[in-house]
């Protein structure tokens, strides 16, 4: 099955800094991989999704890239803020299992004014 | 347009005893997976049902077992509870067939085994 590596754990960023988080996956039949952030105590919420048909995806300050030959993904964040401080999952699935998601393990990120 | 509701959020339960968690998906939405979420395996997939049907399944063993009824509400059941069933289970819905994966995730439903 599919396995999804996730790193760093923890990220620690000056506010305005910059934040990249990297997912690596194992089965290359995956074509779709969103990210996921999770304030604490509340519920997961998507931020940034992109399908093996594109390379890169924007969407304000946050950006998504994939490479499918290394099977490698990577969020970015920019001039980060206090409120981008959460946990990041990134994830993988099959777009006709949107459902099923093998989530990385998740990055824990800390922005401090 | 009312969220992704779970009950009980809360539930204390003991060794041997079983327990049936309920999901409501937004309105419309016809797919509802579950995920179990803990510190040490972060968030793992359960099970996923749409149309009533079981579409796919996790890694969980048969103790875990789930259904889906006409109106696209979902339950999930854990029976023999373990130390280890303690944990954050989280429903989310979809609109599985339209052009998203976006799930829509509850705030979840927090199992103690003691």
């Known amino acids: 099955g599919e396995n999804v590596e996730q790193h760093p754990s923890t990220l620690s960023v000056q506010e305005g800094d910059s934040a990249v988080i990297k997912c690596t996956y194992s089965?290359?039949?995956?074509?779709?991989f969103p990210w996921y952030k999770q304030e604490l105590g509340k519920r997961p919420q998507l931020i940034i999704d992109i399908r093996s048909n594109v390379g890169e995806k924007k969407d304000q300050r946050i950006a998504v890239t994939l490479n499918k030959t290394a099977k490698h993904f990577s969020l970015h964040i920019t001039e980060t803020q206090p409120e981008d401080s959460a946990v990041y999952f990134c994830?993988?699935?099959?777009?006709?299992?949107?459902?099923?998601?093998?989530f990385g393990a998740g990055t824990q990120v800390v922005v401090t004014p | 347009k009312a969220g992704v509701t779970q009950t009980p959020r809360y539930l204390i339960k003991t060794r041997g005893q079983q327990v049936t968690l309920s999901c409501s998906p937004i309105?419309?939405?016809?797919?509802v997976s579950w995920y179990q979420q803990t510190p040490g395996q972060g968030l793992q997939f359960l099970f996923e049902?749409?149309?009533?049907?079981?579409?796919n399944k996790g890694n969980f063993p048969g103790r875990f077992s789930g259904r889906q009824f006409s109106n696209s509400r979902s339950e999930m059941n854990v029976s023999t509870l373990e130390l280890g069933d303690s944990a954050l289970y989280l429903c989310?819905?979809?609109?599985?067939?339209?052009?998203?994966?976006?799930?829509?995730f509850g705030e979840g439903s927090r199992l103690t085994v003691l």
């Open positions: 089965d290359s039949a995956s074509n779709y």
């Open positions: 049902y749409f149309s009533e049907t079981q579409r």
């Open positions: 994830a993988a699935s099959l777009t006709d299992s949107w459902g099923k998601l093998q």
């Open positions: 989310a819905s979809s609109p599985r067939g339209a052009n998203t994966g976006e799930l829509f």
């Open positions: 309105s419309g939405h016809r797919s």
